[in-house]
């Protein structure tokens, strides 16, 4: 039955992973609450991708829901972190939009016909040199700003000031870089939609 895909263990832990992102949220201003349960949160995510391929149990349902929870995680962050971190979840979703709406949820691997830049970050899945960076930046900067707000790096990891900086700056640049893609699915989106409303024109 249909309704057995809610049931499947990668999605499971995605409900997991928004009980701690709500738990996360509701702590936002206590650290050692809020950093353990994003933490765990943003390691579910890689585990439930295992599970999936692992037992077979690889669903539509599944890759948009980890795309969502992906999406709530990160614009909880910004927004908090940022008054002006909600354009950044904005832009988030609006990519998230366009890549599943015409890509579907093997939107990963359907870049073969993008510029040579996007084809280096996204190759293998963003399992390149340049897509470690890209998605570094995208997951790892909004909680290495948390720990820098917050006094996480400084007082409890011990962090070197200039690392902390290094950090900030090597992150920010892959965020960068993940922004100039997500700008890029934009426009071809955009291009898909008006390309449809022209060949509607032509029948009419």
Known sequence: MASEVFLYVPNIIGYIRILLLLIGWWCFNCPPIFVPCYV????????????????????????????????LGRG??????????YFVSALEWCVFVCTHSCMGA???????????WIQ???????????????ISGLHVLPVWLYGYQKGVLTEVLFVPF??????IAILTAGRLLC?????WCLGMHIKFLTRTDQKTKEKD
Do not use: H
């Open 76 to 85: 909880m962050l910004w927004s908090a972190l940022f008054e002006w971190g």
């Open 40 to 71: 765990i949160s943003i390691i579910l995510d890689g585990l439930d991708g295992y599970a999936a391929r692992r037992l077979n149990q690889i669903s539509e349902f599944g890759a948009w829901l980890d795309v969502v929870i992906d999406n």
């Open 162 to 167: 200039t690392l902390q900086c290094c950090g």
């Open 106 to 116: 093997e939107w990963k691997s359907r870049f073969g016909c993008s510029p040579w």
């Open 179 to 183: 922004f100039a893609v997500e700008v």
């Open 120 to 134: 280096r970050v996204t190759a293998n899945g963003f399992k390149s040199p340049l897509g470690v960076l890209c």
